[in-house]
């Protein structure tokens, strides 16, 4: 029998997180509390695990034997049991968090993994609250999950060294390449990509230059793989409010969230996810807003 991972939450993270987990062999329940999420999610696994067999990056048998390894609970109970690891994938909101991992340490393994894949929330203040600081640790993984190579991973102030050295062991059967940082509001990478993101917004804003040229400046000129609004959109505008709006009240004035981003949430405009971001999406490909 392989091992258990559970995914909690599957919206853009977790659809990833777990198409990762069951390709690298584990046996993979997802959970959203939304059925219908959990549904679409397995069903978007299948269309782009089927590209990739297009692609030969995969062949036929080992695209069957993942989707073979993914299944639905439709309770959080039923999900974690029996899981050595759960990475949960839900909304940046700590209480949130905090009663979703309530449900999982009633019902999962006395020494299962407790990951989160937060961007930028205290583990400690999760593991504290949750009773279980030494089993706790974040998970950070970056969209796309299956496409991107880091592992950022969190060490709370008590998060124990065992839990460290299986969440590194972890990290390195699911491919990734893993840093470890200190449990700091936004870590290393939230803190540094938000900043950019909000800068490229306020400039937009201030009409600096079009959403497309602000995007070429960093692509091109510092040769960033995608610029920072195009980013903002994959990421989903609510997500990336969620951390600044943390931010901003942890760390300071630096990360004040643009107005414009804010209106923008309020009008449902989130990126690649709700199809229309600085950009408009359209079957995963954006196009210049005219
Ligand atoms: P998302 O909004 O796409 O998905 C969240 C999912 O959680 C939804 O499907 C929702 O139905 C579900 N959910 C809501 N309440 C729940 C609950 N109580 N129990 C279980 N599921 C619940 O969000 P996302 O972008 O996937 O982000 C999830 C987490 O990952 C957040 O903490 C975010 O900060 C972090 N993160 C996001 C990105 C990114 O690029 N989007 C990158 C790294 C980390």
Same mark, same amino acid.
Not at 11 to 29: D, E, F, L, P, R
């Given at each position: 029998m392989s091992e258990k991972i559970a995914v909690l939450g599957a919206?853009?993270?977790?659809?990833?997180?777990?198409?990762?987990?069951?390709?690298?062999?584990?046996?993979?329940?997802v959970y959203d509390v939304s059925a219908d999420r959990a549904r679409a999610a397995i069903d978007a696994i299948a269309v782009a695990t089927d590209k990739l067999v297009q692609k030969s990056k995969l062949s036929e048998?080992?695209?069957?034997?993942?989707?073979?390894?993914?299944?639905?609970?439709?309770?959080?109970g039923k999900a974690v049991e029996g899981a050595r690891v759960v990475i949960e994938a839900a909304?940046?909101?700590?209480?949130?968090?905090?009663? &979703?991992? %309530?449900? /999982?340490?009633?019902? $999962?393994?006395? =020494?299962?993994? *407790?990951?989160?894949?937060?961007?930028?929330?205290?583990?400690t203040e999760l593991g504290t609250r949750i009773g279980e600081a030494h089993r706790t640790v974040g998970l950070h993984f970056f969209n796309p999950p299956p496409v991107m190579? &880091?592992? %950022?991973? /969190?060490?709370?102030? $008590?998060?124990? =060294?065992?839990? *460290?050295?299986?969440?590194?062991?972890?990290?390195?059967?699911?491919?990734?390449?893993?840093i470890i940082v200190r449990d700091t509001p936004g870590f290393a990478t939230s803190r540094l990509g938000v900043i950019l993101g909000a800068e490229a917004i306020r400039m937009l804003e201030?009409?600096?230059?079009?959403?497309?040229?602000?995007?070429?400046?960093?692509?091109?000129?510092?040769?960033?793989?995608?610029?920072?609004?195009?980013?903002?959109?994959?990421?989903?505008?609510?997500?990336?409010?969620?951390?600044?709006d943390h931010l901003h009240e942890e760390v300071g004035e630096q990360f004040r969230a643009p107005p414009l981003l804010r209106t923008m949430v309020r009008a449902g405009k989130l990126?690649?996810?709700s199809g229309e971001g600085f950009y408009i999406w359209k079957d995963g490909v954006p196009s210049v807003k005219s």
């Open positions: 919206g853009t993270m977790g659809q990833g997180i777990a198409q990762v987990a069951a390709n690298k062999g584990y046996a993979t329940s048998g080992d695209r069957n034997a993942l989707l073979g390894r993914l299944s639905i609970s439709d309770d959080v909304p940046e909101d700590m209480g949130l968090k905090v009663a &979703l991992f %309530e449900k /999982v340490v009633a019902a $999962a393994p006395k =020494d299962a993994l *407790l990951g989160s894949n937060t961007s930028s929330l205290s583990l190579e &880091l592992l %950022e991973i /969190v060490r709370g102030l $008590a998060t124990s =060294d065992e839990t *460290l050295t299986r969440a590194q062991e972890l990290a390195a059967k699911l491919g990734k390449t893993s201030s009409g600096v230059a079009s959403a497309v040229d602000i995007d070429r400046a960093m692509e091109l000129g510092y040769r960033h793989p995608m610029g920072p609004l195009k980013l903002t959109d994959l990421v989903g505008l609510d997500v990336r409010l969620a951390i600044l990126g690649k996810k």
